[in-house]
């Protein structure tokens, strides 16, 4: 008897700990946007629908822009996951696209940007445009990218020489998706 109560014993403590890692966060707050800087802050009229976490590459080409040989961004490649650590999509570009794993998916019209520290990215608003298929991404009105870390421009030659040269950083970014209220 204590053998098959240790043993269900066991086997509770497992289920429990494989639903929390599968359910939300314990202690986990919803998302604010109080803090944030305005131009990047979603109409009132909208709530969360979805708040992911991207990790990957932003790749850069060394290229003409404006007159002057520079590392110009041309796209993302990064894995979105849940806030429990589950795949839950992927974000890739051009256009930037935003793909959840039911295959539903969108791409985006830039709004604002705002400085988010040395050395990341900048948060942004985008609005987001109708959604190609159906599932977790029919109904987003908006992205909001926060939680910025890395990403930007490399710091390394770019010049005549180097023109035609891409090269890819390191980003990790928040990516909040917003549905009419």
């Given at each position: ?30 998302f604010s946007q109080a803090d944030l800087p305005g131009p990047i802050q979603v109409p009132s009229g909208n709530r969360v629908a979805w708040e992911t976490v ?123 998706f917003w549905k009419a209220a």
């Open positions: 008897m204590k053998k098959t109560c240790a043993t269900l014993s066991a086997i509770a403590a497992v289920a429990v700990l494989a639903g929390c890692a599968s359910g939300p966060m314990m202690g986990s707050k919803p991207g990790a990957g590459d932003i790749t850069y080409e060394c290229k003409d822009n404006a007159g002057k040989v520079e590392w110009v961004f041309a796209g993302p490649n990064a894995v979105l996951t849940d806030r429990a650590g589950k795949t839950v999509g992927k974000y890739y570009g051009p256009p930037a696209t935003w793909e959840a794993n039911d295959g539903s998916k969108v791409t985006a019209t830039q709004l604002a940007v705002a400085p988010a520290g040395a050395g990341n990215l900048p948060y942004q608003l985008v609005k987001a445009n109708p959604a190609m298929g159906s599932g977790a991404m029919t109904g987003v009105t908006y992205i909001q990218r926060v939680a910025l870390k890395g990403g930007v421009a490399p710091d390394m030659p770019c010049n005549a020489m180097t023109r035609g040269q891409k090269t890819t950083v390191k980003y990790q970014a928040d990516y909040i």
